[in-house]
RNA sequence: GCCCGGGUGGCGGAACGGUAGACGCGGCGGACUCAAAAUCCGCUUCCCGUGAGGGAGUGAGGGUUCGAUUCCCUCCCCGGGUACCA
């Protein structure tokens, strides 16, 4: 009978079936039975934008894989799925086209339903959201009060990243290069009232929790860097001719003696005083002028020769009394530390470069190297070898021409008492500085979350009050942002009345950056349609946090960022009790095509749909996940993708034909009935092997490239067997009779353990197989388990080597002895030549490996 | 500059410190066919050799080891993150 793989009839049947059963779905009271401890398999929330890409098919194509190895393993497995809906793409092309992005939003959404509906993606549909619908953001308007009365949410006057071409604020997060991330334009700076978020209250916690949680290191990495802790010293200099204290942080207190002159950002509030009413006024203000005014990206350039102006002013270094003239550079920058710092060229590249320019002192505090005194002799002085080596110098070495207490000892070992010393003489302090900065979420946009608040000129900033939730975007004529939000454009909602006092007051017109919309989202998923809450605190304890998350390493910092911290505040308020949200994170790898980043004006896009059509989900996702490693950037090959339907198809026809050998039993899925022997022992140990193999590669390792390869290699054992009893290679069936049946047992047990291992990638086909041999549904199967007396053997391949080079291999009884083996190695004939008139020195014996023979 | 990744056949990639190149693609040869497609079988790191076989080989150079793609040091190249962060 002829047989043919046709995915396109099999994989709709497969998906009705689990629509109509809904399958996927796990229901809540499910989850709130203590002996369930759910399994959450979560994939990054992604924006509806067109249709999907292959970055979304291989996102799910790996989530997928990881929730139904899970349910196979008896896990409860909730897998929901939804859209990130606010955001600029739906609102420039409101601008452009006049279409309200609601409707362009929806009909994305709708593309993405299905597409991923046609994917086969084990989703529980019935915990669907998009943020952009009222009974989402009602939510998050819910939680951005919650913040705002926790004093976690301000507003304050603030130097921002303007983008001139969206006309909107950006967070430093969505600055690259000096530039806006969506529309590329150069940012200015610009400074107007903003909302914040205070993450840098947790700071501490962001960093120190990394360590309880399981993800890749350089994920962690690149979080711990954009935190930036600096342990160091504050230290107060006295302005000589007003008298004000300017603190600057220091993480080098052990070069306090070297400074030479004090610098202070354009931006610092006192410059202006300073300045007032002397002659360098002009000059200074000039500068500040061009200063604040330049482009982002041209002020960041650390290669850009350094400029300034003195003020005419003068601070008393506190530690010796050196008076240090005043300057504004703008290579100091507000937004870090203190917005001043001390100068110290001699052990300071960028004071250096400063100092050189302005024809400024340069003064050593740092000898050079202790050259020829090892590390352990820290604080021997003897050891030390004061060698000068060329300023700036900022390496380390011995304390020089500072302090009696400090001369001559190592810098590092006089860091440490440093912070005492200036503690005690009432100098300064020990300090800790980070670079991470408050977030910004207030947006010039339109299509975002409305902040819920109300401005009263009798009360101020109101928040509107939760039984007034949602605070409803509402429609506009004119989406083009004016320099303020398209909203203030909406009299008749902008102009309210005050919660408190009844009279008339104005709605706040920013809308919420779209990662506050992503910061919870995965909370919602636990009780998607409560309509009294958020979410409920019963339904997060058993769900969170998230066993499996899956995405792509572009929101390593920002989105992981902002998630973390919503859970530490919203846990700190008493709401949620989840210190973490995503316990595993895996960060796929980019596909690409002929090398480069797939884009339209590259035009290589390769489009799921497409392949689809063509192949079938199963290949295309049995593909993606043997493309190599899944973390890994890898090419897409359209032959590769030929190779693997090839693969599919022929574990489909052997499935199918050796199906009709038989009667459909879930025995079958199990083994056989009859103790194999000869090629029937190999197929059946090869299927053990296999189970192993697989098995150990989903099990936490995504080794998906190398688990697909070893069903490929039981597919091509089945076949060969398959040929040798039913004749398929050109010549006659060479087994017949009694050995046939047992042949065709054997091959049936291979052929649907090959489609039950294959179920987490290719659910269709694996399906299909899977009840032909059986008559049983393969994902209510559980995992298969190797036996081991079929894993291990009772004969192996000794290598024999010489001087570690291989020589000979020889067939060995598994159980053989050390000495054993090195006797049936030392008797080969072929290891005579490389002997001969040698002295055998030793014999490395490795049991069940091989036998390496030494030879002077 | 600093911090992460990564350099293995013609290509994608496999290899608990123990047979380098599993599996797939591509290529070559064969079977089936009037023919082609599809399918099936075999070969395929490079060099020397008709052959048996020998030699070289995991970016470069050193080191540790009986033995290194794997561990250590120095360097080169590619990708990512970050950058006047005091």
Redesign the pocket.
């Known amino acids: 009978m002829e047989h043919r793989y046709d995915p396109q009839e099999i994989e709709p049947r497969w998906q009705q079936v689990w629509a109509d059963e809904k399958t996927w779905e796990v229901d809540n009271a499910v989850l709130q039975d203590p002996a369930v401890d759910p399994v959450y398999v979560l994939e990054m929330l992604p924006y509806p934008s067109g249709e999907p890409h292959v970055g979304h098919l291989k996102n799910y194509a790996i989530g997928d894989a990881v929730a139904h190895f899970k349910r196979r393993q008896g896990k409860t497995v909730v897998h929901p799925l939804g859209y990130d809906a606010f955001g600029l793409p739906a609102e420039n092309n409101a601008i452009k086209t006049g279409q309200h992005p609601r409707d362009a939003t929806e009909g994305s959404i709708a593309s993405f339903q299905e597409q991923f509906r046609r994917w086969g993606v084990s989703i529980d549909w019935s915990r669907e959201l998009a943020t952009h619908r009222p009974e989402y953001y009602r939510w998050t308007q819910w939680l951005f009060l919650k913040f705002f009365a926790a004093g976690l949410v301000e507003r304050r006057s603030a130097a921002v990243n303007w983008d001139p071409v969206d006309e909107t604020v950006l967070a430093?997060?969505q600055?690259?290069?000096g530039r806006g991330d969506r529309s590329g334009a150069l940012v200015e700076i610009r400074q107007l009232d903003q909302w914040f978020f205070k993450i840098t209250d947790y700071a501490q916690r962001l960093l120190d929790d990394l360590d309880t949680i399981e993800w890749p290191?350089?994920v962690k990495?690149?979080q711990r860097?954009?935190i930036?802790r600096?342990a160091?010293a504050r230290v107060a200099f006295r302005c000589e001719e007003t008298g004000t204290d300017y603190e600057?942080?220091?993480?080098?207190p052990d070069t306090l003696f070297g400074a030479t002159f004090f610098?202070m950002?354009p931006e610092h509030p006192d410059v202006d005083a300073l300045v007032a009413g002397t002659p360098q006024e002009a000059e200074v203000k000039a500068y500040v002028q061009k200063a604040l005014t330049a482009e982002r990206g041209e002020?960041?350039?650390?290669?850009?020769?350094?400029?300034g102006v003195a003020l005419g002013r003068h601070v008393i270094n506190p530690v010796n009394g050196d008076r240090l003239p005043i300057y504004v550079?703008?290579?100091?920058?507000?937004?870090?530390?203190?917005?001043?710092?001390?100068a110290?060229p001699g052990h300071?590249?960028?004071?250096f470069?400063f100092a050189q320019a302005y024809g400024l002192p340069v003064k050593r505090v740092i000898a050079g190297a202790n050259v020829g005194a090892p590390d352990d002799h820290l604080g021997d002085e003897a050891a030390w070898e004061l060698s000068e080596q060329a300023l700036p110098y900022v390496g380390d070495g011995p304390v020089v021409n500072s302090h009696p207490d400090f001369d001559g000892r190592h810098n590092r070992e006089a860091l440490e008492g440093m912070n005492a010393w200036l503690a005690e003489q009432g100098k300064g302090e020990a300090s800790i500085?980070f670079?991470l900065r408050d977030w910004l979420v207030s947006r010039q946009r339109y299509w975002g979350c409305p902040i819920p608040v109300v401005h009263c000129p009798e009360h101020g900033i109101v928040p509107v009050p939760e039984d007034q939730l949602p605070v409803v975007l509402p429609d506009v004529e004119d989406y083009k942002p004016k320099g303020k939000s398209p909203l203030a454009a909406a009299e008749e909602w902008v102009n309210t009345t005050c919660p408190t006092c009844g009279g008339p007051a104005k709605r706040e017109t920013d809308t919420l950056d779209t990662f506050v919309d992503s910061s919870w989202y995965f909370l919602r998923y636990t009780d998607a349609l409560n309509a009294q809450a958020p979410f409920d605190p019963a339904m997060t304890n058993a769900w969170m946090p998230v066993d499996q998350y899956i995405g792509g390493?572009?929101h390593?910092?920002l989105h992981l960022l902002y998630s973390r911290f919503f859970c530490k505040a919203l846990t700190d308020m008493g709401v949620l009790n989840v210190n973490e949200p995503f316990q595993n994170l895996f960060t796929q790898g980019m596909i690409t095509k002929d090398g480069a980043?797939m884009s339209k004006s590259k035009g290589n896009v390769v489009a799921p749909r497409a392949i689809i059509e063509r192949f079938g989900v199963d290949t295309a996702r049995t593909y993606v996940c043997?493309?190599?490693?899944p973390d890994?950037?890898?090419?897409w090959?359209d032959?590769?993708v030929?190779?693997?339907?090839?693969?599919l198809?022929?574990l489909w026809?052997l499935s199918a034909e050796a199906a009709e050998h038989g009667s459909p039993d879930a025995a079958v899925g199990r083994g056989i009935d009859f103790e194999p022997e000869g090629d029937d022992l190999e197929l059946i140990r090869k299927t053990h092997w296999a189970i192993d193999k697989v098995s150990q590669?989903l099990d936490g390792r995504f080794?998906f490239?190398?688990a697909?390869?070893?069903v490929?290699?039981l597919?091509?054992a089945i076949?060969?067997r398959r040929?040798a009893v039913a004749g398929?290679?050109?010549?006659p069936a060479t087994v017949t009779g009694e050995d046939a049946d047992r042949a065709w047992a054997a091959i049936r047990f291979a052929a649907a353990t090959a489609s039950s291992l294959l179920q987490p990638f290719a659910p269709h086909l694996s399906s299909d197989a899977y009840e032909r041999l059986t008559g049983v549904r393969v994902w209510e199967q559980e995992w298969p388990t190797a036996e081991q007396r079929f894993l291990q053997r009772d004969e192996?391949?000794l290598?024999i080597?010489v001087?570690?080079?291989?020589?000979d291999?020889v067939m060995a009884p598994t159980g053989a002895s050390k000495d054993e083996l090195q006797e049936l190695a030392m008797g080969r004939e072929?290891l005579q030549?490389?002997l001969e008139g040698k002295t055998i020195?030793?014999t490395?014996v490795?049991p069940g490996?091989?036998v390496?023979v030494?030879v002077r």
């Open positions: 430093n997060e600055v690259i290069d290191s350089h990495t690149m860097n954009w930036g600096s160091g600057v942080f220091t993480t080098r610098v950002a002020r960041g350039a650390a290669d850009k020769p350094k400029t550079a703008d290579y100091v920058l507000m937004d870090y530390g203190t917005g001043a710092i001390m110290v300071d590249q960028r004071d470069d500085n670079r390493v572009e390593a910092i980043k043997f493309l190599g490693p890994q950037d890898a090419d090959s032959e590769g030929e190779g693997v339907h090839r693969f198809s022929r026809r590669d080794a490239n190398t697909i390869a070893a490929m290699e597919t091509n076949s060969s040929n398929g290679d050109g010549g192996f391949e290598v080597q001087q570690g080079k291989v020589r291999r072929k030549p490389f020195v030793k490395i490795v490996k091989l390496n030494v």
